[in-house]
């Protein structure tokens, strides 16, 4: 398993993101999200206690359907601000009317146990990891041995149409590239997975104006890629940048990859050497050679 970044994101720019304020989960996460967890239907595990990985931004409002879903179940809210973990327990937890307050299942911020998870769910934020296979590594680090993992995230035909239009106007990258879903396979496996299995479809958007468009990709993310304009546009860029969009369908086109993998157990390691002693050894030499000889 090699160790080496995405080397069109920029490390610290996807650390500045992330510690951004996020009022609510965009619609187009919230969709996928809401697919995603149709899937769960055919996995007969029920979990006793799940990792919501960056709920804020993955997805507040499937959450209850994940909380109906398996409502027996504890569950921790993973974000690594504690801005966005208080703003996911505030919207999350249980109220005093809610008949689970007084039930088993418990919601709480922060990262589980270490091998005590029986579902992890991450949904869009692989793409957005400036170190993901270190992220896959926490998801399987917090796991427990026969839990599973869903996440989602966009792959590399996103922003088709934006991505040709910044190539036609000589402009630097407009973002920041996106994984192959087989890549993302070879990853699980490298980390401990087991039974990875991938699956991608395309959500196109249409929108009513080029600044709608805009509108929508500012609350998806930001231009991640380490040659991407490095100061601020002026009002002429925006504005070439609007008729450009204005001359074509105003449509972007998605790519989605889904991934499911679970937790084996361990290996039992190979022994490296065999120990002998010295009359084992001599036994060994003494015995008639039975192999055959050609020539």
Request: net charge positive; hydrophobic share 40%; aromatic share 8%.
């Amino acid at each position: 398993m090699t160790t080496q970044r995405p080397p069109s994101l920029d490390p610290t720019a996807a650390d500045r993101w992330a510690g951004m304020a996020c009022a609510t989960s965009p619609w187009l996460h919230e969709e996928v999200a809401g697919r995603m967890e149709d899937r769960l239907s055919l996995i007969r595990l029920q979990p006793r206690s799940w990792a919501h990985w960056t709920p804020v931004a993955g997805g507040l409002q499937v959450h209850q359907r994940l909380a109906q879903r398996y409502p027996d179940a504890d569950c921790w809210l993973v974000e690594d601000r504690a801005q966005r973990a208080q703003q996911a327990l505030a919207r999350l937890s249980p109220r005093w009317w809610q008949p689970r307050r007084w039930g088993g299942a418990r919601v709480q911020a922060g990262v589980p146990p270490a091998g005590t998870a029986q579902l992890v769910w991450a949904n869009m934020a692989l793409h957005m990891a400036a170190d993901p296979q270190a992220l896959i590594a926490r998801w399987h680090q917090t796991l427990a041995v026969d839990g599973f993992l869903m996440f989602s995230c966009l792959g590399p035909d996103t922003l088709r149409q934006l991505r040709i239009i910044y190539q036609q106007q000589g402009w630097p990258p407009g973002s920041h590239d996106y994984t192959d879903m087989h890549d993302w396979g070879d990853m699980l496996l490298g980390a401990g997975f087991a039974e990875p299995v991938m699956d991608m479809e395309r959500i196109t958007l249409q929108f009513p104006s080029p600044e709608r468009m805009l509108q929508e990709l500012r609350g998806l993310g930001r231009n991640l890629h380490p040659q991407r304009f490095p100061a601020l546009r002026g009002r002429r860029w925006r504005q070439t940048l609007l008729q450009a969009l204005a001359a074509g369908p105003l449509e972007l086109e998605f790519e989605i990859v889904y991934g499911h993998a679970f937790k084996p157990a361990p290996r039992v390691p190979v022994q490296a050497q065999t120990v002998l002693t010295l009359e084992q050894f001599r036994q060994g030499l003494r015995r008639p050679h039975t192999g055959s000889a050609e020539g």
